[in-house]
Protein backbone atom coordinates (compact mmCIF):
# COMPACT_ATOMS: atom_id res chain seq x y z
CA UNK A 1 0.00 0.00 0.00
CA UNK A 2 1.32 3.51 -0.58
CA UNK A 3 1.35 5.55 1.95
CA UNK A 4 2.69 8.73 0.07
CA UNK A 5 1.75 9.60 -3.27
CA UNK A 6 3.01 12.50 -5.17
CA UNK A 7 1.60 13.45 -8.72
CA UNK A 8 3.51 15.91 -10.92
CA UNK A 9 4.22 18.52 -7.91
CA UNK A 10 5.34 21.74 -9.27
CA UNK A 11 6.02 24.67 -6.91
CA UNK A 12 7.09 28.01 -8.14
CA UNK A 13 8.51 31.05 -6.56
CA UNK A 14 7.78 33.84 -8.49
CA UNK A 15 8.51 32.85 -11.86
CA UNK A 16 11.77 30.00 -10.10
CA UNK A 17 10.42 26.55 -10.10
CA UNK A 18 11.77 24.99 -7.12
CA UNK A 19 10.17 21.81 -7.83
CA UNK A 20 9.09 20.47 -11.45
CA UNK A 21 6.81 17.94 -12.56
CA UNK A 22 7.35 15.80 -8.80
CA UNK A 23 5.75 12.04 -8.86
CA UNK A 24 6.88 9.73 -6.43
CA UNK A 25 4.98 6.98 -4.59
CA UNK A 26 6.30 5.45 -0.67
CA UNK A 27 5.22 2.22 0.23
CA UNK A 28 4.03 1.51 3.70
CA UNK A 29 6.95 0.70 5.96
CA UNK A 30 9.78 2.14 4.09
CA UNK A 31 12.01 4.52 4.80
CA UNK A 32 12.99 7.05 2.08
CA UNK A 33 16.49 9.50 2.07
CA UNK A 34 15.46 12.24 -0.20
CA UNK A 35 19.15 14.04 -1.12
CA UNK A 36 20.18 16.73 -2.81
CA UNK A 37 22.17 19.73 -3.14
CA UNK A 38 21.43 22.91 -1.24
CA UNK A 39 18.59 24.73 -2.95
CA UNK A 40 17.62 21.05 -4.63
CA UNK A 41 14.30 21.55 -3.92
CA UNK A 42 13.85 18.97 -0.53
CA UNK A 43 12.69 21.50 2.27
CA UNK A 44 9.93 22.30 -0.23
CA UNK A 45 8.84 18.85 -0.84
CA UNK A 46 8.93 18.26 2.54
CA UNK A 47 7.18 21.16 3.30
CA UNK A 48 4.05 20.01 0.46
CA UNK A 49 3.94 16.66 2.08
CA UNK A 50 3.61 17.92 5.76
CA UNK A 51 0.46 20.24 4.41
CA UNK A 52 2.59 23.33 5.36
CA UNK A 53 2.75 24.68 1.91
CA UNK A 54 0.75 24.32 -1.14
CA UNK A 55 2.14 22.88 -4.25
CA UNK A 56 1.60 25.07 -7.54
CA UNK A 57 0.16 22.45 -9.33
CA UNK A 58 0.22 19.09 -8.89
CA UNK A 59 -1.49 16.53 -6.32
CA UNK A 60 -0.47 14.93 -2.76
CA UNK A 61 -2.12 12.41 -1.06
CA UNK A 62 -1.04 10.47 2.25
CA UNK A 63 -2.32 7.69 3.75
CA UNK A 64 -4.55 7.89 1.16
CA UNK A 65 -5.97 10.82 2.44
CA UNK A 66 -5.97 14.92 2.04
CA UNK A 67 -2.96 16.20 3.83
CA UNK A 68 -4.79 19.16 5.55
CA UNK A 69 -7.41 16.88 6.53
CA UNK A 70 -6.62 16.65 10.79
CA UNK A 71 -7.07 12.86 10.83
CA UNK A 72 -4.37 12.48 8.43
CA UNK A 73 -2.34 14.94 10.14
CA UNK A 74 -2.95 12.54 13.49
CA UNK A 75 -0.93 10.40 11.73
CA UNK A 76 1.79 12.10 10.72
CA UNK A 77 4.92 13.14 12.81
CA UNK A 78 7.27 16.23 11.67
CA UNK A 79 10.82 17.52 12.26
CA UNK A 80 11.59 20.70 10.71
CA UNK A 81 14.57 22.67 10.55
CA UNK A 82 13.27 24.39 13.94
CA UNK A 83 12.94 22.82 17.07
CA UNK A 84 9.28 23.80 17.30
CA UNK A 85 9.11 24.04 21.52
CA UNK A 86 8.74 26.36 23.46
CA UNK A 87 11.36 27.93 25.28
CA UNK A 88 9.49 29.69 28.05
CA UNK A 89 7.48 26.19 28.98
CA UNK A 90 9.36 23.48 30.60
CA UNK A 91 10.32 19.92 28.81
CA UNK A 92 7.22 18.77 30.45
CA UNK A 93 4.59 21.31 29.42
CA UNK A 94 5.83 21.44 26.07
CA UNK A 95 5.35 17.52 25.53
CA UNK A 96 1.97 17.73 27.26
CA UNK A 97 0.89 20.24 25.20
CA UNK A 98 1.34 18.67 22.18
CA UNK A 99 0.00 15.29 23.69
CA UNK A 100 -2.82 17.51 23.75
CA UNK A 101 -3.20 18.49 20.74
CA UNK A 102 -2.58 15.19 19.40
CA UNK A 103 -5.42 13.73 21.21
CA UNK A 104 -3.94 11.02 23.60
CA UNK A 105 -5.41 10.02 26.10
CA UNK A 106 -3.12 9.98 28.67
CA UNK A 107 -0.52 13.09 28.22
CA UNK A 108 0.76 13.47 31.34
CA UNK A 109 1.99 9.76 31.18
CA UNK A 110 2.96 9.88 27.67
CA UNK A 111 5.27 13.31 27.92
CA UNK A 112 6.85 11.28 30.89
CA UNK A 113 7.49 8.18 28.73
CA UNK A 114 9.07 10.32 25.81
CA UNK A 115 11.55 11.87 28.63
CA UNK A 116 12.55 8.68 29.74
CA UNK A 117 13.14 7.24 26.46
CA UNK A 118 15.01 11.00 25.14
CA UNK A 119 17.07 11.21 29.05
CA UNK A 120 15.60 14.08 29.75
CA UNK A 121 13.87 13.10 32.63
CA UNK A 122 15.98 14.85 35.00
CA UNK A 123 15.28 18.39 33.75
CA UNK A 124 11.30 17.66 32.87
CA UNK A 125 10.76 20.43 34.93
CA UNK A 126 13.31 22.96 33.73
CA UNK A 127 13.09 25.96 31.34
CA UNK A 128 13.58 24.96 27.71
CA UNK A 129 15.71 27.98 27.67
CA UNK A 130 18.02 27.18 30.00
CA UNK A 131 18.73 23.31 28.19
CA UNK A 132 21.87 23.13 26.36
CA UNK A 133 21.43 22.46 22.17
CA UNK A 134 21.35 18.95 22.63
CA UNK A 135 18.98 18.88 25.37
CA UNK A 136 16.70 20.66 23.28
CA UNK A 137 17.26 18.59 20.03
CA UNK A 138 15.97 15.57 21.95
CA UNK A 139 13.19 17.09 23.32
CA UNK A 140 11.98 18.15 19.51
CA UNK A 141 12.50 14.85 18.68
CA UNK A 142 10.34 13.80 21.96
CA UNK A 143 8.10 16.36 20.45
CA UNK A 144 7.43 14.59 17.13
CA UNK A 145 7.28 11.36 17.87
CA UNK A 146 5.20 11.81 21.01
CA UNK A 147 2.23 10.58 19.26
CA UNK A 148 3.28 7.46 17.61
CA UNK A 149 2.92 8.61 13.79
CA UNK A 150 2.69 6.51 11.25
CA UNK A 151 4.52 8.29 8.99
CA UNK A 152 7.39 10.39 9.58
CA UNK A 153 8.52 13.92 7.32
CA UNK A 154 12.25 14.72 9.04
CA UNK A 155 13.86 17.49 7.76
CA UNK A 156 17.40 17.08 7.79
CA UNK A 157 16.82 15.65 11.32
CA UNK A 158 20.96 14.75 11.46
CA UNK A 159 22.29 18.48 11.17
CA UNK A 160 23.85 19.88 14.16
CA UNK A 161 23.11 17.19 16.46
CA UNK A 162 25.36 16.00 19.58
CA UNK A 163 26.14 12.42 19.66
CA UNK A 164 24.18 11.45 22.33
CA UNK A 165 21.15 13.23 20.57
CA UNK A 166 22.20 11.23 17.09
CA UNK A 167 22.31 8.51 18.88
CA UNK A 168 18.73 8.75 20.50
CA UNK A 169 17.90 9.88 17.00
CA UNK A 170 18.90 6.38 15.18
CA UNK A 171 17.90 4.06 17.88
CA UNK A 172 14.28 5.96 17.85
CA UNK A 173 14.48 5.43 14.18
CA UNK A 174 14.73 1.89 13.88
CA UNK A 175 12.19 1.27 16.56
CA UNK A 176 9.88 3.31 14.31
CA UNK A 177 10.55 1.69 11.47
CA UNK A 178 10.34 -2.17 13.10
CA UNK A 179 6.74 -0.98 14.50
CA UNK A 180 5.97 -0.14 10.46
CA UNK A 181 6.47 3.65 10.72
CA UNK A 182 7.01 5.11 6.85
CA UNK A 183 9.93 7.55 7.11
CA UNK A 184 10.88 10.36 4.86
CA UNK A 185 14.09 12.11 5.83
CA UNK A 186 15.89 14.87 3.41
CA UNK A 187 19.30 14.94 4.69
CA UNK A 188 23.32 15.82 3.65
CA UNK A 189 24.38 13.15 6.38
CA UNK A 190 24.32 10.67 3.55
CA UNK A 191 26.03 7.65 5.96
CA UNK A 192 23.99 8.05 8.31
CA UNK A 193 20.59 8.11 6.27
CA UNK A 194 21.60 5.32 3.78
CA UNK A 195 22.14 3.22 6.85
CA UNK A 196 18.65 3.42 8.20
CA UNK A 197 17.06 3.87 4.45
CA UNK A 198 15.23 1.51 2.65
CA UNK A 199 15.15 4.07 -0.86
CA UNK A 200 17.09 6.62 -2.06
CA UNK A 201 15.24 9.97 -3.78
CA UNK A 202 17.56 12.54 -5.48
CA UNK A 203 16.39 15.46 -6.46
CA UNK A 204 18.78 17.81 -9.03
CA UNK A 205 17.56 21.61 -9.09
CA UNK A 206 13.58 20.64 -8.51
CA UNK A 207 13.48 18.23 -10.58
CA UNK A 208 13.31 13.90 -9.72
CA UNK A 209 16.56 12.52 -10.38
CA UNK A 210 16.40 9.38 -8.79
CA UNK A 211 13.77 6.83 -6.75
CA UNK A 212 14.59 3.74 -6.62
CA UNK A 213 16.12 1.02 -4.04
CA UNK A 214 18.85 1.93 -1.55
CA UNK A 215 21.31 -0.47 -3.68
CA UNK A 216 24.48 -1.60 -1.74
CA UNK A 217 27.04 0.67 -3.83
CA UNK A 218 24.94 3.89 -2.15
CA UNK A 219 26.22 2.19 1.08
CA UNK A 220 29.68 1.91 0.51
CA UNK A 221 30.13 4.88 -1.17
CA UNK A 222 28.25 7.99 0.28
CA UNK A 223 28.34 10.25 -3.48
CA UNK A 224 27.46 7.25 -5.43
CA UNK A 225 23.74 8.16 -6.17
CA UNK A 226 25.51 11.77 -6.79
CA UNK A 227 28.32 10.69 -9.28
CA UNK A 228 25.92 8.20 -11.04
CA UNK A 229 22.54 10.82 -11.30
CA UNK A 230 23.91 14.14 -10.19
CA UNK A 231 24.12 17.32 -12.24
CA UNK A 232 27.46 18.47 -12.65
CA UNK B 1 -16.63 19.32 19.01
CA UNK B 2 -15.16 18.52 22.56
CA UNK B 3 -11.81 17.91 20.67
CA UNK B 4 -12.21 21.42 19.13
CA UNK B 5 -12.97 23.28 22.14
CA UNK B 6 -10.15 21.08 24.16
CA UNK B 7 -7.26 22.41 21.62
CA UNK B 8 -8.84 25.69 21.66
CA UNK B 9 -8.37 25.86 25.82
CA UNK B 10 -4.69 23.95 25.37
CA UNK B 11 -3.89 27.02 23.10
CA UNK B 12 -5.24 29.56 25.09
CA UNK B 13 -3.67 28.31 28.03
CA UNK B 14 -0.34 27.73 26.38
CA UNK B 15 -0.40 31.54 25.56
CA UNK B 16 -1.41 32.66 28.83
CA UNK B 17 1.66 30.95 30.45
CA UNK B 18 3.75 32.30 27.97
CA UNK B 19 2.70 35.43 28.66
CA UNK B 20 3.01 34.92 32.72
CA UNK B 21 6.27 34.04 32.23
CA UNK B 22 7.46 36.94 29.61
CA UNK B 23 5.33 39.16 30.37
CA UNK B 24 6.49 41.10 27.67
CA UNK B 25 3.33 42.08 25.93
CA UNK B 26 0.99 43.03 29.26
CA UNK B 27 4.16 45.12 30.72
CA UNK B 28 4.69 47.44 27.70
CA UNK B 29 1.00 47.51 26.99
CA UNK B 30 0.26 48.60 30.48
CA UNK B 31 2.62 51.11 30.36
CA UNK B 32 1.72 52.53 27.59
CA UNK B 33 -1.92 52.57 28.46
CA UNK B 34 -1.02 54.38 31.83
CA UNK B 35 1.41 57.15 30.33
CA UNK B 36 -1.40 57.92 27.69
CA UNK B 37 -4.04 58.20 29.99
CA UNK B 38 -1.53 60.20 31.79
CA UNK B 39 -0.87 62.31 29.05
CA UNK B 40 -4.42 62.82 27.81
CA UNK B 41 -5.15 64.39 31.33
CA UNK B 42 -2.40 66.85 31.03
CA UNK B 43 -4.33 68.10 27.66
CA UNK B 44 -7.19 68.23 28.43
CA UNK B 45 -9.12 69.62 32.10
CA UNK B 46 -10.01 66.35 34.05
CA UNK B 47 -12.95 68.85 36.00
CA UNK B 48 -14.58 70.10 32.76
CA UNK B 49 -17.83 68.81 31.72
CA UNK B 50 -16.40 68.66 27.61
CA UNK B 51 -13.58 65.99 29.00
CA UNK B 52 -16.36 63.87 30.70
CA UNK B 53 -18.42 64.05 27.44
CA UNK B 54 -15.19 62.71 24.91
CA UNK B 55 -13.87 60.51 28.06
CA UNK B 56 -15.76 57.28 26.79
CA UNK B 57 -13.34 58.02 23.53
CA UNK B 58 -10.30 58.95 25.31
CA UNK B 59 -10.76 55.08 27.04
CA UNK B 60 -11.00 53.38 23.59
CA UNK B 61 -8.01 55.12 22.31
CA UNK B 62 -6.02 54.16 25.21
CA UNK B 63 -7.68 50.77 25.24
CA UNK B 64 -7.24 50.77 20.85
CA UNK B 65 -3.60 51.52 21.29
CA UNK B 66 -2.08 49.48 24.40
CA UNK B 67 -4.65 46.72 23.05
CA UNK B 68 -2.51 46.40 19.45
CA UNK B 69 0.79 45.72 21.63
CA UNK B 70 -0.50 42.87 23.30
CA UNK B 71 -2.24 41.31 19.55
CA UNK B 72 1.14 41.94 17.56
CA UNK B 73 2.70 39.26 20.11
CA UNK B 74 -0.21 36.90 19.59
CA UNK B 75 1.53 35.10 16.42
CA UNK B 76 5.33 36.80 16.53
CA UNK B 77 5.66 34.75 20.23
CA UNK B 78 5.20 31.52 17.32
CA UNK B 79 8.16 32.37 15.39
CA UNK B 80 10.89 32.06 17.77
CA UNK B 81 11.82 28.20 17.18
CA UNK B 82 9.54 27.72 14.28
CA UNK B 83 6.69 26.54 16.69
CA UNK B 84 3.83 27.95 14.26
CA UNK B 85 4.71 25.35 11.75
CA UNK B 86 4.24 22.75 14.47
CA UNK B 87 0.48 23.89 14.83
CA UNK B 88 0.21 24.20 11.77
CA UNK B 89 0.99 20.97 10.90
CA UNK B 90 -0.78 19.50 14.54
CA UNK B 91 -4.14 18.05 13.80
CA UNK B 92 -5.29 21.32 15.09
CA UNK B 93 -7.54 23.16 12.92
CA UNK B 94 -7.22 26.91 12.08
CA UNK B 95 -10.72 27.19 13.72
CA UNK B 96 -9.63 25.95 16.83
CA UNK B 97 -6.02 27.53 16.85
CA UNK B 98 -7.56 30.68 16.25
CA UNK B 99 -10.13 30.66 19.08
CA UNK B 100 -7.38 29.44 21.21
CA UNK B 101 -5.34 32.76 20.78
CA UNK B 102 -8.57 34.71 20.55
CA UNK B 103 -9.36 33.82 23.74
CA UNK B 104 -5.73 34.19 25.56
CA UNK B 105 -6.11 37.40 24.01
CA UNK B 106 -9.40 38.44 25.01
CA UNK B 107 -8.25 37.39 29.16
CA UNK B 108 -5.15 40.01 28.63
CA UNK B 109 -6.91 42.69 27.25
CA UNK B 110 -9.73 42.48 29.54
CA UNK B 111 -7.21 42.22 32.07
CA UNK B 112 -5.15 45.75 30.71
CA UNK B 113 -8.55 47.73 30.56
CA UNK B 114 -9.92 46.49 33.91
CA UNK B 115 -6.46 47.48 35.06
CA UNK B 116 -6.78 51.25 33.74
CA UNK B 117 -10.26 52.06 34.55
CA UNK B 118 -9.60 52.75 38.11
CA UNK B 119 -6.12 54.88 37.03
CA UNK B 120 -8.80 56.83 34.40
CA UNK B 121 -11.30 57.33 37.11
CA UNK B 122 -8.70 58.81 39.36
CA UNK B 123 -6.81 61.01 36.55
CA UNK B 124 -10.76 62.54 34.80
CA UNK B 125 -12.60 62.24 38.09
CA UNK B 126 -15.32 60.07 36.75
CA UNK B 127 -17.36 57.66 39.02
CA UNK B 128 -16.88 54.86 36.40
CA UNK B 129 -18.61 52.33 38.72
CA UNK B 130 -22.59 53.68 38.71
CA UNK B 131 -23.48 51.35 35.39
CA UNK B 132 -20.06 48.97 36.48
CA UNK B 133 -21.89 45.75 35.01
CA UNK B 134 -23.16 47.18 32.02
CA UNK B 135 -19.94 48.82 31.47
CA UNK B 136 -18.21 45.70 31.72
CA UNK B 137 -20.49 43.88 29.02
CA UNK B 138 -19.57 46.51 26.59
CA UNK B 139 -15.93 46.19 27.42
CA UNK B 140 -16.40 42.49 26.50
CA UNK B 141 -18.04 43.29 23.57
CA UNK B 142 -15.80 45.70 22.25
CA UNK B 143 -12.94 43.83 23.27
CA UNK B 144 -13.99 40.86 21.79
CA UNK B 145 -14.50 42.63 17.90
CA UNK B 146 -10.94 44.30 18.69
CA UNK B 147 -9.39 40.63 19.68
CA UNK B 148 -10.86 38.98 16.62
CA UNK B 149 -9.69 41.64 14.26
CA UNK B 150 -6.47 41.65 16.24
CA UNK B 151 -6.06 37.90 16.19
CA UNK B 152 -6.63 37.67 12.44
CA UNK B 153 -4.64 39.89 11.40
CA UNK B 154 -2.10 38.75 13.43
CA UNK B 155 -1.93 36.23 11.85
CA UNK B 156 -1.64 37.31 8.49
CA UNK B 157 1.27 39.77 9.05
CA UNK B 158 2.96 37.17 11.34
CA UNK B 159 5.96 36.87 8.62
CA UNK B 160 5.87 40.45 7.55
CA UNK B 161 9.24 42.22 8.68
CA UNK B 162 7.02 45.79 8.99
CA UNK B 163 4.43 43.75 11.31
CA UNK B 164 4.46 46.06 13.85
CA UNK B 165 3.19 48.59 11.88
CA UNK B 166 0.79 46.95 9.59
CA UNK B 167 -1.00 45.56 12.41
CA UNK B 168 -2.29 48.91 13.44
CA UNK B 169 -2.46 50.09 9.75
CA UNK B 170 -5.10 46.97 8.94
CA UNK B 171 -7.05 46.81 12.16
CA UNK B 172 -7.97 50.40 13.33
CA UNK B 173 -9.86 50.90 9.83
CA UNK B 174 -11.74 47.73 10.39
CA UNK B 175 -12.78 48.06 14.15
CA UNK B 176 -14.05 52.14 13.22
CA UNK B 177 -17.57 50.68 13.48
CA UNK B 178 -16.96 48.69 16.71
CA UNK B 179 -14.87 51.64 18.15
CA UNK B 180 -18.00 54.37 17.64
CA UNK B 181 -20.12 52.05 19.28
CA UNK B 182 -18.23 51.19 22.51
CA UNK B 183 -17.37 55.11 22.48
CA UNK B 184 -20.88 56.21 22.78
CA UNK B 185 -21.89 53.69 24.90
CA UNK B 186 -19.00 54.01 27.37
CA UNK B 187 -19.39 57.95 27.29
CA UNK B 188 -22.98 57.22 28.17
CA UNK B 189 -22.41 54.61 31.03
CA UNK B 190 -19.27 56.62 32.54
CA UNK B 191 -21.67 59.20 33.06
CA UNK B 192 -24.30 57.12 35.15
CA UNK B 193 -27.12 57.17 32.39
CA UNK B 194 -28.25 53.27 31.99
CA UNK B 195 -28.94 51.55 28.87
CA UNK B 196 -31.85 53.21 26.84
CA UNK B 197 -32.95 52.73 23.37
CA UNK B 198 -31.12 54.75 21.96
CA UNK B 199 -28.23 53.08 23.43
CA UNK B 200 -29.03 49.73 22.45
CA UNK B 201 -28.77 50.08 18.98
CA UNK B 202 -25.38 50.91 19.03
CA UNK B 203 -24.97 47.46 21.28
CA UNK B 204 -26.59 45.67 19.11
CA UNK B 205 -24.14 47.04 16.37
CA UNK B 206 -21.64 45.35 18.61
CA UNK B 207 -23.18 42.27 19.05
CA UNK B 208 -23.41 41.76 15.46
CA UNK B 209 -19.87 43.17 14.81
CA UNK B 210 -18.32 40.42 16.79
CA UNK B 211 -21.10 38.02 15.34
CA UNK B 212 -19.86 38.74 11.77
CA UNK B 213 -16.16 38.69 12.33
CA UNK B 214 -15.75 36.10 14.17
CA UNK B 215 -17.73 33.75 12.10
CA UNK B 216 -15.81 35.29 8.79
CA UNK B 217 -12.41 34.66 10.42
CA UNK B 218 -13.04 31.06 11.78
CA UNK B 219 -14.32 30.64 8.43
CA UNK B 220 -10.88 31.89 6.80
CA UNK B 221 -7.69 31.33 9.26
CA UNK B 222 -7.15 28.25 7.64
CA UNK B 223 -6.35 29.56 4.14
CA UNK B 224 -4.49 32.51 6.12
CA UNK B 225 -2.47 29.70 8.15
CA UNK B 226 -1.02 27.71 5.39
CA UNK B 227 -0.71 30.35 2.97
Not at chain 1, 154 to 161: G, S
Not at chain 2, 40 to 56: C, K, L, N, Q, Y
Request: hydrophobic share 50%; proline share 3%; with cysteine.
Amino acid sequence: MNVVTANGLWKFFGDYPALRDINFEVESGACHAVLGRNGAGKTTLLRILAGLSKATRGDVRILGGDIRHPDTRRRIGILGHGIAIYDELSAIENLRLFARLYGLPHPDRSAQEWLELTGLKHVSDGLVREFSRGMRQRLAIARAFIHTPDVLLLDEPFTALDDRAMAVLQNLLRRELNRGCTVLMSTHQIREAMELATHAVLINRGRLAYAGLRTAEMLSDPNWLYKNYGDS
Amino acid sequence: MTEFFRQSLSITVKDLRLEMRSKEALNASLSFALVILLLFSFAFDPSSEHTREISGGLLWLVFAFAGVLVLNRSFARELPNDCLEALVASPVSGAALFLGKALANFILLMALELLCLPVFGIFYNVNWTAQFWNLLLVLALATWGLTVIGTTFSALTVNLRLRELMLPVLVYPMMIPALMAAMELTTHLIAGQPLSADLWLWLRLLIGFDIIFTALALALIEVVLVS
